[in-house]
Nanobody, 115 residues
Framework: QVQLVESGGGLAQAGGSLRLSCAAS????????MDWYRQAPGKQRELVAT???????NYADSVKGRFTISRDNAKNTVYLQMNSLKPEDTATYYC?????????WGQGTQVTVSS
């Protein structure tokens, strides 16, 4: 059974940093692109960053220059380094992994940024 488990969320002050991790287990195939999404209360889930298997990245305009997505293919793990955090970054962060025929979601990790 494929599972994605996020970790690294928590409370940070504005201007601070957090690093999220998402580890996939039960994988017997090559994972394609991996994404980080976030969802704030009362808002739609939005794409934050994407990384392909080969390491190409793309970011939402709101996080460009502050967040960095990376991955370790040998460990089936994706990371999100979040710097210069802002209160508007407060949300539940979810990782998503693309596989042949479907995608998989993690359970989410809460990030709260205080002003």
């Amino acid at each position: 059974q494929v599972q994605l488990v996020e970790s690294g969320g928590g409370l940070a002050q504005a201007g601070g940093s957090l690093r999220l991790s998402c580890a996939a287990s039960g994988i017997f195939f090559r994972i394609g692109a991996m994404d980080w999404y976030r969802q704030a209360p009362g808002k739609q889930r939005e794409l934050v960053a994407t990384i392909t298997y080969g390491g190409s990245t793309n970011y939402a305009d709101s996080v460009k220059g502050r967040f960095t997505i990376s991955r370790d293919n040998a460990k089936n793990t994706v990371y999100l380094q979040m710097n210069s955090l802002k209160p508007e970054d407060t949300a539940t962060y979810y990782c998503n992994a693309w596989a042949p025929g479907r995608n998989y979601w993690g359970q989410g990790t809460q990030v709260t940024v205080s002003s």
